[in-house]
Structure formats: structure tokens, C-alpha cells
């Protein structure tokens, strides 16, 4: 069984705009093809220290490259920053590369994120190609074209909208994933089946355990990629990738440099739940479909304790949410599944109402 859907996913491929998301060895064929066509100057392999122990033979063994520099970030998010930046550009800048150069994110999201943006300001922008390592980076961050860095506290301050000139998914890669990792990706699954799929949020919320399969991952992607093809520069519909995500960011953001530092996908699957809470209370959203949100992702994710005072200091980060405009916090909220609406302000009152719906 798991070889036939090995077989079909291994020749299908999603596009997106000017390129193409490729699975399986289909996709690194494909990428040897591509790098033989297109002559580049110089091939960086951009990896952090995970990815350099447990992806990179992986992949080498899988495309034929004769010539390639590698550039290697330190892992985490707290590496997601302006210095990694400077030190990854001077290395490509002491090795040659110029604006005939490529480079090969193979990563998760912190080097898919910081890759593309280092490929998209380095000499005015060059290629790069996409090879993500975890669930998230699968089936979120490395597709849509968005790059960018942390800035002081915040998430994500400074970036670009840069395509890669393709985004390959080899599953295999997670086998040497973290077990924290694949939850922390599951919450963009998740995310993306009540934002646009009953189907997928039916066959997911009936079982109280994480699904990652192929066709999993194929169908979150197509999710993403569909939304983004309408509406690439978020003025509109892509806003609802958000949902979860304005309180899940502040949450992230607040618990950062504290022992109870969150994953993304684990701060997500918080908002997921306050933003769930308060579409019920100001559209309706069916209450027995929160409280299964709720109980699925309470099965998932260990429950973390948040008090009064600490409620009031994310509430305060919010403000500084990019997706903020004009001082207005603006939410993603449901009024069914697959029905979002966006640019919601939410009053402070109802935000500490949905913390407690979390932590009853
Ligand atoms: N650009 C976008 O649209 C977008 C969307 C969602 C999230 N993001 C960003 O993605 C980032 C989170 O990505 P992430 O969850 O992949 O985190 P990550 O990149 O930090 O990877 C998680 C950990 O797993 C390790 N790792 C990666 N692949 C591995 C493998 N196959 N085996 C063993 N270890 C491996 C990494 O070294 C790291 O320690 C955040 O910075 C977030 O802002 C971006």
C-alpha cells in the first residue's frame, strides 16, 4: 500500500506561478536535469548543523552534482537573525558568487527562510531552490515565496517576496526528525484543513494522533500553494493563513527566552484554539466544532500554563504584529469551517475570555 502511494506521489508535481513543487526522487531527477540545463557559476548548498549530520549524504546521494560550496547556519530560531545573514553572504561573497549563483536551501524553516532571503537581496537577488527537511518547512514555510528574518523580539520583521526556482519534498527526511518537530508541523496541517478543506479537517480531527502521510502532506501543500496563487502579496485571501497565528505569534514570541520556549507549531496550535473560541462567539462558528478542535489539539500538545500577568504581556505584543495595521489588531476568524474572514478586531476582554476557554 505504502509503495503504490510512494509510486503516485513520486510523478506528481504542483505548480505554482513561474515553478514547480516536485516529490520524491521524481523531484531531485528533476533538479539534476535543471542544474545541467541552467550552467550556474556556483552552487551553494545552504544546511545548518542538523541538516549537514542527517540530510545532506541523503540528498547528494540523490542528484548528481560534481561541484558545490557549503554554507552552514547554526540551527534555531534564535539564529533566524541579521548576523547569520552577514556571515552566510560574506562566505558566498569570499567564494565567488555572483549573480549567476544558486542556492539550495536544504533545511527547515529557519533556512528556507533565511536562505531566500539571503538569495533574494545578495546582488540584487539570485535563484535558489527549496529542499525542506521538516513538516513545517514541507508543507508551509517553504512554499509561497515569503523570506525573511527575526528582528529584536519579532517574528519575521524584515523580508522579501522571492520565488524559489523550485521546492522539492523528499518525506524521507523526516524520519530523523524530532518527534516535537512533526507536532510543530502538524499544526500547519491542521491550520490549513479548517481554513479551506472540510474533507481533510473531517479525516484529521476523527483521530486524537498526528497524520503525516504522503497524501497528507501532498493535500496541505495544495492547500497553501492554491491560496497563495490568488492572493501571492497578502492583501486579501492569504490573510487567512493567519488564522491561529496572531495570538500563536505573541505566544511564541512572549515564551521565546523563557524555559517554556515554544515551536512554532506548538504556539500555532494554541491560537488555533483562542482564535476557534472567539469565531464562535462573534460568527457563530459551530461550538461542537471548537470544542473538537480543542479536545484534538489538547490530545496532541502538552497544555502549557499561562497566568493573568502573563496573558496581559502577550496581549501587549500584539500591537507589534506585522499583521497589524493602523494600531488595529486584526484576526482571522471562522464563520464555518473552510469559511474565513479576515481583518476581525477582536476587543482585549474577549482575547482573555478565549485564554480561559484554553486552559479549562
Ligand atoms: N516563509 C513562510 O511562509 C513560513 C511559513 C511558516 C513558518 N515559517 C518559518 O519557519 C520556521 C520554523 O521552521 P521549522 O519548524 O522547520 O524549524 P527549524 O528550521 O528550526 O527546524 C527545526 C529543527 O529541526 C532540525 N532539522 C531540520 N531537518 C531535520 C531532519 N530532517 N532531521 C533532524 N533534524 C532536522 C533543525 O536543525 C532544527 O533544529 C520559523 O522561523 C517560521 O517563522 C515560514
Known amino acids: ?65 560534481e561541484k558545490y560550496d557549503l554554507i552552514e547556519s547554526c540551527d534555531g530560531e534564535e539564529n533566524k537573525n ?67 528574518i527575526d528582528f529584536g523580539i519579532l517574528k519575521n520583521q524584515i523580508g522579501t517576496f522571492h520565488d524559489p526556482q523550485m521546492v522539492i519534498i523528499e518525506s524521507d527526511f523526516l524520519k530523523t526528525l524530532k518527534t516535537n518537530q512533526i507536532s510543530s508541523g502538524y499544526a500547519e496541517i491542521f491550520k490549513h484543513s479548517l481554513i479551506y478543506d472540510l474533507k481533510t479537517f473531517n479525516q484529521l480531527i476523527k483521530n486524537d494522533k498526528i497524520n503525516y502521510d504522503l497524501n497528507i502532506i501532498y493535500d496541505s501543500i495544495n492547500i497553501k500553494n492554491s491560496i497563495v496563487l490568488i492572493d501571492k502579496k497578502e492583501k486579501k485571501e492569504r490573510k487567512s493563513l493567519n488564522y491561529g497565528h496572531t495570538l500563536g505569534h505573541a505566544i511564541e514570541s512572549y515564551f521565546l527566552n523563557t524555559e517554556k520556549k515554544l515551536l512554532h507549531g506548538e504556539a500555532i496550535a494554541i491560537g488555533i484554539i483562542l482564535a476557534s473560541f472567539i469565531s464562535n462567539k462573534l460568527f457563530k462558528f459551530s461550538i461542537s466544532h471548537v470544542n473538537s478542535i480543542k479536545k484534538h489539539v489538547d490530545s496532541i500538545y502538552k497544555k502549557i500554563e499561562i497566568n493573568e500577568n502573563q496573558i496581559e504581556s502577550i496581549i501587549d505584543l500584539l500591537i507589534h504584529d506585522k499583521k497589524n495595521s493602523h494600531g488595529k ?3 482571522v476568524l471562522l464563520e ?21 476557554y484554553y486552559l479549562s
Not at 500500500?1 to 528533476?30: A, H, P
Request: include cysteine; charged fraction near 20%; glycine fraction near 8%.
Open 82 to 148: 541579521i548576523n547569520s545573514c552577514l556571515k552566510l553572504w560574506e562566505i558566498i561573497s569570499n567564494n565567488g558568487g555572483d549573480r549567476n549563483s544558486l542556492i539550495i536551501n536544504l533545511g527547515g524553516g529557519v533556512v528556507t527562510d533565511m536562505g531566500g532571503f539571503i538569495a533574494s537581496t545578495y546582488k540584487r537577488g539570485i535563484d535558489y531552490i527549496n529542499v525542506p527537511t521538516t513538516l513545517l518547512s514541507m508543507v508551509d514555510a517553504s512554499i509561497g515565496g515569503k523570506t525573511g
Open 1 to 65: 500500500m505504502l509503495f503504490c502511494i510512494v509510486q503516485i506521489y513520486m510523478n506528481k508535481e504542483i505548480t505554482s506561478g513561474s515553478y514547480s513543487i516536485l516529490f520524491k526522487q521524481n523531484g531531485f531527477d528533476r533538479l539534476t536535469n535543471y542544474l545541467n540545463s541552467k550552467n550556474y557559476s556556483k552552487i551553494f548548498i545552504h544546511i545548518d548543523n542538523n541538516t549537514k549530520k542527517f540530510c545532506l549524504d541523503v540528498f547528494l546521494a540523490k542528484i548528481t552534482l
Open 329 to 331: 489588531i486584526n484576526f
Open 336 to 356: 464555518d469551517v473552510a469559511k474565513p474572514i479576515y481583518d476581525v478586531q477582536v476587543n482585549k476582554s474577549l482575547i482573555k475570555e478565549s485564554f480561559k
